[in-house]
T-cell receptor
């Protein structure tokens, strides 16, 4: 079946620290991969995506590379800010009709000044 | 308005009440979704509509009843809910065909059942 596993949280970092949130997936075929972010009191927002192997998604200083050989899509940022404090969700979907997302459980990030 | 909107943002209801949640998308999508987000649990897909037809119902209790009158609007009708139904209910939309498969989410309705 299809599933996404992401690192347990919570993660607490100091401002300007390097961030990695691990995500691995199980799927047949070639899914598209996403990172969503949920700020306090809000819904989920698409942060970045990659639709094929070796693609790198990037946005707002965050990056993730689609690694088919390790079935991974780790999220990284070189220097986090307090405003990055949120819950981050890794997800996959297939390029078929009536698609739906398979989400990881989410990782809460808190950045302290 | 742009994006995906949801109303109300907050709702408190008793177990015998009947209420409805509304979702509207302004993105030209033709698939819409209801999710339930509970504390310390993964996001749960409840219903999927594609081209206004329900295509998936993940064994959701019948006290939740979805309605999709057109591709821009989605409702979730609620009746005789239980306290464990208290959660954040998220609506999302996406294209159903083509190369763009990401879902766009609304801000959610925070539901409390007393």
């Amino acid at each position: 079946g299809n599933s996404v596993t992401q690192m347990e949280g919570p993660v607490t970092l100091s401002e300007e620290a390097f961030l990695t949130i691990n995500c691995t997936y199980t799927a047949t075929g070639y899914p598209s991969l996403f990172w969503y972010v949920q700020y306090p009191g809000e819904g989920l927002q698409l942060l970045l995506k990659a639709t094929k192997a070796d693609d790198k998604g990037s946005n707002k200083g965050f990056e993730a590379t689609y690694r088919k050989e390790t079935t991974s899509f780790h999220l990284e940022k070189g220097s986090v800010q307090v405003s990055d404090s949120a819950v981050y969700f890794c997800a996959l979907t297939y390029q078929t009709g009536a698609n739906n997302l398979f989400f990881g459980t989410g990782t809460r990030l808190t950045v302290i000044p | 308005e742009t994006g995906v909107t949801q109303t109300p943002r907050h709702l408190v209801m008793g177990m015998t009440n009947k209420k409805s949640l509304k979702c509207e998308q302004h993105l030209g999508h033709n698939a819409m979704y209801w999710y339930k987000q509970s504390a310390k649990k993964p996001l749960e897909l409840m219903f999927v509509y594609s081209l206004e037809e329900r295509v998936e119902n993940n064994s959701v209790p019948s006290r939740f009843s979805p309605e999709c009158p057109n591709s821009s609007h989605l409702f979730l009708h609620l009746h005789t809910l239980q306290p464990e139904d208290s959660a954040l209910y998220l609506c999302a939309s996406s294209h159903d065909r083509g190369q763009t498969y990401e879902q766009y989410f609304g801000p959610g309705t925070r539901l409390t059942v007393t």
